[in-house]
């Protein structure tokens, strides 16, 4: 059960309170000021069969002040924290990762030492202030990218506005890079369909798919954001709908698939919030495009093969025949197949037919 | 005056049915049915120093269907025509660049001939559509890409929806590809700024910027959409919003306000309805880097010190003295600037001091 709002809220910031009084007191006591993280490499990282997602394993690193090795992954993890506690947490703020970057790139005065020179430093403390926390960066008020859209029977609280999915127009309601804040207040819809192109939600949306299916369609443009991952876990944890993925019968859109359901290897720390294990891929199959006669299949290139090889390879799909037969097929086939080529048996065939097809006899890959 | 919202939809389709009668009365006539359209061509294309926006000079190419050299480009036009009136204006229905490809992407029975092969095909026949119907390929419903958010004291009536953009929560309204047919019901705002980045909106929409100020907040993810486009002219023009531009300070920056401003050259023969001539620039300048005491410019690669030159010679920055003395600023600093790096000044600086002050001052680029 989530926990109250109230209390979720306080909760991260007294977590980095705990870990400023464990610093404070590891000097009072003379000792040399250290945090523990898990080390997050690939190594590290394993694929859990029986929670069908990706986490870290235990092996931890200890980082100390006193240490030529460490301060400098120390200090800026220390740098961020301050940020997220002072700048964000205490003053109801939040920011971007870019924000967070140029918070902390000061020049250590009297040096000409800066606390961070690089983004991919203050991105790594950040993962580390995840870790060590056990709190996801966006309830430390620090955001992913803005993306998406979504449309669907639904009413959400947010910022003290009631937001109807279902009456917005044209464009549907943006979605913003943190979730974690807004509150379901009805939820009329059965079923998720979330898609990787915005133009083909702009397809669904005029042909009013979701009213027909009673559904919610929900898309960004490509890889899909944390904030959307987000959205997708909530919607099926707090309101158990079935998630729907819909992507290009291609490399790219499977991983896109693989991401959502299982997690990622840089994320891996992140998979108990961020993967849905659940989800169900929709299409576009290789067995789609024999049963419905679909042409302009696009052959493969050099890279989608050698990304085709290492997808079979992960854990996840080693062992899945279902998968395996899909990789197969994509390679003897030599082809690639994108949603929009269903176009070409007229412009509403996805939402008319193809779509509702698939969804009546449950033809998903797991 | 925009025409009465009926009249205005008919008259796209008028225009293709009228095509095709003169095809036909060509055909009945024994003559070589041929269309007319103006050179697409950078040896073309002008700037017009009136009305500060670049067009279309008046060289026109005749494109017939006997001859060899024209009639793949001439089938490839009637077939984009055709889908236009057949499968979307007669139905209503609107689809994407893509989706025309796939549609137009058929092979003549009895032989191995595509009509098109590659989407660059279509897009092109579609842009000659452009030139000869002079209606825009929204208006024959071919709709651009999907990005962006908008928030404001604004209300709007789009597919019989009321939407308050005052009242979105954290997210705003999810800007469609196509914004022909929505309606203006109340505007209160008193200006629009529109910045490149979806994470500065996130920004400037937490600090209720727009509610403070009174003003529209409208942003995409880089390069701006025609969708978006076409939503800040409508605001200029039917409700006489000044409109302020907020990039990065970098040749990038720059080029995305010099598009909206402008127009481009790739759609110089629609600038009519997308080139803003008098948009300003809001920042982030050289002066604004000396006048805020702003640290942590980046290093000007050599694509940008290229793209700059390429900049400063374009025929409507040559002669403005105010972009020349900023382009020789940047380069004298070699750096360049993000909005974001504004946060290394506190994190809701942007929305406190700088926009404020800026915006009172009319500190601005013209």
Known sequence: ??????????????????????????????????????????????????????????????????????????????????????????RGLHASLRDIYYQAKKTIPGTDINIVDEQQETDSAIEDLEIVTGYSREQLHINANKMGSVAGKVIIEDKGDTIDWSRLGSGGWSIPSNVEDIEFKKVSAKYVVYMEKAAVWERLHEDKFWDKQNCIILSSQGQTTRGIRRLLQRLRTEHELPIYILTDFDPYGIYI?????????????????????DVKFLGISADDIKNYGLTNAIRLKDVDISRLKQLSEYDWFKNSKAWQRQFKMMKDMNGKYEIQALSSRGITFISEKYLPEKIRKEDFID
């Open 1 to 90: 059960m989530p926990k109250s709002k109230v209390q979720d809220k306080e909760l991260p910031r007294q977590s980095l309170i705990e870990l400023g009084k464990k610093l404070a007191e590891d000097i009072e006591k003379g000792r040399n000021p250290s945090i523990e993280v898990s080390v997050r490499a690939l190594s590290n990282v394993s694929f859990d069969k029986k929670t069908k997602k990706l986490s870290l394993g235990e092996r931890t690193a200890t980082r100390e002040f006193f240490n030529v090795a460490h301060i400098r992954k120390f200090t800026q993890t220390m740098a961020v924290a301050r940020i997220a506690k002072k700048e964000l947490l205490d």
């Open 257 to 277: 698939y693989s991401v959502i359901k299982f997690g990622s290897i840089s994320l891996a720390h992140m998979s108990e919030t961020l993967a849905l294990p």
